[in-house]
């Protein structure tokens, strides 16, 4: 596996390389990561890989300096699954890009109402990279639903002619989505944190028959129990991320809550 620390690296692994399939993530890689690598490698061309903690997608009291970096560890594990290269630029990579708004309409719901500007620090990295590598493929995990939402938005109003693919959340044996602020909680936070799953899929299961507003009071009452502070906890259409009153097929459920000071998200959709 070819690993490439600069621009240079990556033009020359690029113009030697057919198509590209391309996993962008921000490191500390999980099971959920390599699987989208996995599905990356199923595609004709090569794979490449990112690793950049993009600094433009955390707020000023957020956990850019506590967020776990892991490079040797991830090398390692991209190796042994056949990645083909793996770009990781320096830490000032993000200062060249050009500054863009992600789709108000979706990022100014969920998790863009606590975290104003974090949609725009993943819009200007992407499309940074996008224009960089030039991928036939790009792979985006559904455990950030309102992410490759906004992405998928993104990518239909560029002319950049890549082709998204959402990849299903990776979960641990008790059901907690992978994520790499998993590591982050406490044993007793991480004991805590096997039960959102568990509650919001079940909640999930009941949208289609009972009162959504007197669940969504049931959820955020049961977390709370457990400690978790809730964020949201909302139940949407899963196009236009509008928070739905009624159930209706495709309905998405999504939270965000936070365990301390270790912020969890997860989704389910019932069909
Ligand atoms: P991150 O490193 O957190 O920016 O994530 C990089 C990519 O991995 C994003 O597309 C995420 O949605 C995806 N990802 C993270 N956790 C999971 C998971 N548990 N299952 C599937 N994809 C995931």
Redesign the pocket.
């Known amino acids: 596996m070819k690993v490439l620390n600069s621009l240079n690296d990556l033009d020359k692994f690029l113009n030697s390389s057919g198509e590209i399939n391309f996993v ?4 500390n890689l999980h099971y ?2 390599l ?2 690598v996995t599905e990356a490698n199923k595609f004709d061309g090569v794979t490449l890989a990112s690793i950049y903690v993009n600094p433009l997608q955390f707020g000023p009291n957020e956990d850019l300096d506590v967020y776990p970096r892991t490079l040797d560890q991830d090398l390692m594990h991209l190796e042994a699954i056949s990645c083909d290269a793996v770009f990781c630029p320096a830490p000032d990579f993000a200062k060249n890009a050009i500054k863009l708004s992600a789709n108000s309409a979706l990022s100014k719901k969920l998790c863009g109402i606590s975290r104003p500007h974090f949609f725009d620090g993943v819009i200007t990295i992407l499309n940074y990279l996008f224009q960089l590598v030039r991928p036939t493929n790009v792979f ?5 639903y309102q ?1 490759y939402l906004i992405v998928k938005d993104f990518l239909i109003n560029s002319n950049l002619n890549i082709d998204i693919h959402g ?1 299903p ?2 979960r641990e044996e008790d059901g907690l ?4 602020r998993n590591n982050l909680m406490s044993s007793q936070q991480r004991i805590n944190a096997k039960h959102l799953p568990v509650i919001l899929k079940e909640i999930a299961k009941r949208s289609k028959y009972e009162n959504l507003a007197d669940l969504k009071i049931e959820g955020i009452e049961r977390l709370e129990k457990l400690n978790f502070n809730v964020d949201y906890f909302l139940f949407c259409n899963s196009t236009t991320l509008e928070e739905l009153f009624k159930f209706e097929p495709n309905t998405l459920v999504a939270i965000a809550a936070k365990l301390g000071n270790v912020r969890l998200i997860d989704n389910f959709i019932i069909q």
């Open positions: 962008p993530t921000m490191g959920g990561h699987k989208l985006f995990g559904l455990k950030d992410q990849v959340t990776q989505a992978m994520s790499s």
